[in-house]
């Protein structure tokens, strides 16, 4: 099994001269099709090293180190060194990003249909009624009722597990061989979580992708992840298979998580079993 | 509890309907109050390229008339006709306004987008220049490009347009940079989204709607600006009626034959409550969200 992607020694520091380092030495990697989470405290670096995947750290942040990407066709190209204008090429068919707050990772003013059809257009070539074919298809992969009436929508006329999708259908529209997932039902209400996790999980089945899904809750992302990077203060504590790190944590970092999380377990009879149904407001 | 509801419905029962409704409406009075205003302005400044009642230098009329059948606005003091001279000046204050726009929105999106893109030192600097722009007098601005380029109808435009041009510069880069650290910008170049597609697919239509205001506020601030000018004799030189020398010429007669003052004052009033009133309903139809990034 090749490798999808492969992390070495990532800083990220601010510009400036006391350039203090906000991820420090990290590295992993991820093989093609592998599920991995990668969970942490807020300001533990887990966003910023998705952005670095991403090649979006702006100014003030830099990253020094390495981030190989596998474009699949035995190429590879590392996100820390490459070019804006190579990256632009990369970016939507290799990997693709999927946010914590659907509302604001879509443009406001842009009719959802429009917003879907860029990628379909510039990645895989469709025109005319094609591309409206294949808009509407990818509203209804991810399970969007009236695919017709969602498209011709703005995002803040839909709800806010609809929104959520329409942000997975446009990470997926490139097909990417990767999905950065940050954060993506951390915003949602627990009922429409459950949904929005079940039709990630299906997407990346069924089109073998691999993904990263960064998360502070631990059962989630034990919950679709292969295997875990437990992240603090913008290091890595410790990596390891998803049962292992649930069942025999070596540190004492992420036994506290594990214990808390299995603390509030016991408290509760079982999870909600929740299901995605339409929800109401903003829709008027 | 019961209560407060019962005489909160009795005073006013209908106060949902109204609170619902009551944006929509003031939006269609605006547009249309401000459409009719700027619109009849607009007709007159086009008819006046195709027909007139008398040649601008004709002055056969008699001097200082008051308004009659033949010189529907009277005539001044040399026996030009009112009327034909109001018309030439609504020309010259669209051209004006129109103009002086053009140049602020071109020049001020460009430099704006340009520091909100580049960031960093470029920013620093352009952000530096455009107070020192800001800080300015755009009359003051224009009296140096006249002395430059001598007094026209250009010289105005292009100075009150480069005085302009520094607020939207000014107003593109904060909205642009607020625009550029959203999410979907974020989301968007993850799908592969070069720099300038960008601009024009999520900067350019985020921005606009926080431009239009300003923009048609310009509008009417070049159309006085301009009418200053020629009141001190800087804009468009004779025999081009500008208002603003229309009434500068009608001042020492101005107890004898008042509509010659007053009618230019009006026209100018006019333009400008048009294009405010238009702009305010234009901002809201190009804002479907209602929440322009400000």
Known sequence: ?284 | MSVTVLTEAERNPRSRDTRSRRPRRRTSVNLLVGGVLFGIIAVVAILSLVALPFEPSDTTGGRLQPPSPEHWAGTDRLGRDLFTQLMIGARLAMLTGVGAVAIAAVLGVLVGLVAAMAGRWIDDALSSLLDIAIAFPTLLLAMLVVAWRGASLESAILAIGLAGSAVIARLTRVTATRVLAQDFVTASRTSGTGTLRLIRLHVLPNVWPTLIVPLALQFGGAVVAEASLSYVGLGSPPPNASWGRMLQEAQSTVLVAPTAAILPGLLLVATIIGINLLADGLRDVADPTGRTLR
């Not at chain 1, 020094?64 to 996100?79: E, F, H």
């Not at chain 1, 510039?122 to 009436?149: C, I, S, W, Y």
């Not at chain 1, 997975?168 to 949904?195: F, S």
């Open chain 1, 1 to 284: 099994m090749s490798a999808m992607l492969e992390i070495e020694n990532l800083s990220v520091h601010l510009d400036g001269p006391d350039g203090r380092r906000l991820v420090d030495d990290v590295s992993f990697d991820l093989a093609d099709g592998q599920r991995l989470g990668v969970i942490g405290e807020s300001g533990s670096g887990k966003s910023l090293t998705a952005l670095a995947v991403l090649g979006l750290l702006g100014h003030p942040l830099s990253a020094s180190g390495s981030i190989r990407l596998s474009l699949g066709d035995g190429d590879t190209v590392d996100t820390v060194s490459a070019p804006g204008r190579r990256l632009d090429g990369v970016r939507g068919r290799t990997v693709g990003a999927v946010f914590q707050e659907p509302l604001a990772s879509l443009d406001p003013l842009m009719r959802i249909g429009a917003q879907l059809a860029w990628p379909l257009r510039r990645h895989r070539g469709f025109r005319a009624d094609a591309l409206r074919r294949a808009v509407l298809d990818a509203l209804a992969e991810v399970q969007l009722p009236e695919p017709e009436r969602i498209a011709r929508s703005l995002i803040h006329e839909v709800s806010g597990g609809q929104r959520q999708r329409v942000a997975i259908a446009l990470a997926l529209a490139a097909e990417p061989r990767l999905l950065i997932a940050d954060e993506p039902t951390t915003a949602l209400d627990v009922t429409v979580q459950a949904g929005v996790l079940e039709l990630l999980q299906a997407a990346v089945e069924n089109r073998g992708m691999s993904l990263v899904f960064i998360s502070h809750d631990l059962p989630v992302v034990a919950g679709i992840a292969d295997r875990v990077v437990v992240m603090r203060g913008g290091r890595v504590v410790e990596i390891g298979d998803t049962r292992r790190i649930l069942t025999a944590p070596r540190e004492e970092y992420t036994r506290t998580l594990v214990g808390a999380s299995r603390a509030l377990d016991d408290l509760l009879p079982a999870r909600p079993a929740g299901s995605d149904g339409p929800t109401s407001g903003g829709t008027e």
